[in-house]
């Protein structure tokens, strides 16, 4: 499975990380959630993540609770402490956590520094193209259409020739 730093290289051509500060309204991180179209920000402070909101947060912690977002600060629904991951863990790694954690986002954090936010549907993305990618091999192996499978996956034999493969066993 592909490691989160392939993962987010692959997102950088989409989006940036936009983020909030703990002390901003709750209403402020919905207007930028919205405008963004993301379900959740990553909240900063002082270049440290402490925490995550989303709308999960919101819906839980201010409007089931009939509170305001309008004087509640970020802090006071936000979920922390954060759990997050470096660009060294694998996407399977990752919905383990998620799934263990009871998560639907994940920083991903290196040095300190805030590179990317995954979510379960990233995640589940990727998993589904891997999936149907070693399918198709799979497929292709058993159709005997050895050359046409890459290099790394299922191995071909190196003494077979093109003349041989509609002979196999």
Same mark, same amino acid.
């Given at each position: ?135 198709? &091999?799979?497929? &292709? ?29």
């Amino acid at each position: 499975m592909k490691t989160v730093a392939q993962l987010l290289k692959l997102k950088a051509t989409q989006n940036q990380v936009h983020t909030i500060a703990p002390d901003q309204m709750v209403l402020e991180a919905l207007r930028v959630m919205a405008e963004k179209n993301v379900g959740a920000l990553p909240v900063m402070e002082g270049g440290q993540v402490v925490g995550v909101i989303s709308e999960r947060d919101y819906a839980r912690k201010i409007v089931l609770q009939g509170r305001s977002s309008v004087g509640t600060p970020v802090r006071d629904i936000m979920s922390a402490p954060v759990v997050t991951v470096d660009s060294r863990q694998s996407v399977e790694t990752c919905m383990g956590i998620m799934t263990d954690s009871h998560l639907r986002h994940l920083p991903v954090v290196e040095n300190g520094q805030l590179l990317g936010l995954l979510s379960i549907g990233d995640l589940v993305k990727e998993a589904i193209t891997e999936q149907a990618d070693l399918i198709r &091999q799979l497929e &292709q192996y058993i159709r005997g259409d050895l050359w046409s499978l890459p290099a790394v996956g299922i191995a071909r034999a190196p003494e077979m020739h093109a003349a041989e493969v509609g002979h196999l066993p």
